[in-house]
């Protein structure tokens, strides 16, 4: 069982930048494929950006491309969103998962392939 705690969500004004962390319990980090995803108000969750296990390869959505990036410290069991140039349409809870998998260079970006979510953190930004 891995658990999952999310932190640095506030509010910011378009323009600005935020860092999220998620901080995940257990010994068995490095084997866990990281994936950031995101849920507005009156939508769906959606994919934002996901880092294998081994830290090696990245794949983020088209709407935060060049915005975005993620990034992991294995020695940490910590994972990173760093957010730029942010726009109110980022708004949303920011949620982080993990899945334990066999290939460490692989990304995974569909929601249903993840097995542990966090409670999620709240990012507003003002325009």
């Known amino acids: 069982q891995v658990q999952l705690e999310e932190s640095g969500g506030g509010l910011v004004q378009a323009g600005g930048s935020l860092r999220l962390s998620c901080a995940a319990s257990?010994?068995?980090?490095?084997?866990?494929?990281m994936g950031w995803f995101r849920q507005a108000p009156g939508k769906e969750r959606e994919f934002v950006s996901a880092i294998s296990a081994s830290g090696d390869s990245t794949h983020y959505a088209d709407s935060v491309k060049g915005r975005f990036t993620i990034s992991r410290d294995n020695a940490k069991n910590t994972v990173y969103l760093l957010m730029n140039s942010l726009k109110p349409e980022d708004t949303a809870v920011y949620y982080c998962?993990?899945?334990?998998?066999?290939?460490?260079?692989?990304?995974?970006?569909?929601?249903?392939?993840?097995?542990?979510w966090g409670q999620g953190t709240q990012v507003t930004v003002s325009s």
């Open positions: 998962a993990a899945r334990g998998i066999n290939l460490h260079t692989i990304v995974v970006v569909n929601a249903d392939e993840y097995y542990y």
């Open positions: 257990g010994r068995t980090f490095s084997t866990y494929a």
